[in-house]
């Protein structure tokens, strides 16, 4: 354990900020589960408003400092072409 007190303040720290990743972590993967399964339903409509939600939580997730900018482009880049494969399905 910390003895100093600067070690002792970094450490609530750690605990305060582990949290706070922790839920925006799992946020974004709750997020591309629920899209996944959109996509697995095959509903057009959903999938768009699913996907349309997914990604403003990427870019989120970007600012945030949980994902790259590349990472969570590439995942973008790869559900958009499930999304527009459903909603070619579909029509």
């Known amino acids: 354990m ?3 007190v600067s ?4 450490a609530r720290q ?3 900020k582990t949290a706070v990743n922790r839920a925006n972590k799992s946020k974004l993967r709750g997020i591309l589960r629920a899209l996944r399964e959109a996509i697995a339903k095959g509903d057009s409509k959903a999938v ?3 996907y ?3 990604v403003s939580v ?3 997730s970007v ?3 949980v994902l790259h900018k590349n990472t969570a482009s590439r995942y973008k880049s ?3 072409a499930r999304v527009r494969a459903v909603v070619v399905k579909a029509a």
């Open 2 to 4: 910390a003895n100093h």
């Open 7 to 10: 070690s002792l303040k970094r």
């Open 14 to 16: 750690t605990v305060v």
């Open 48 to 50: 768009t408003e699913q």
């Open 52 to 54: 349309r939600e997914t």
């Open 58 to 60: 990427l870019d989120k």
């Open 63 to 65: 600012q945030k400092g």
């Open 78 to 80: 790869r559900l958009n």
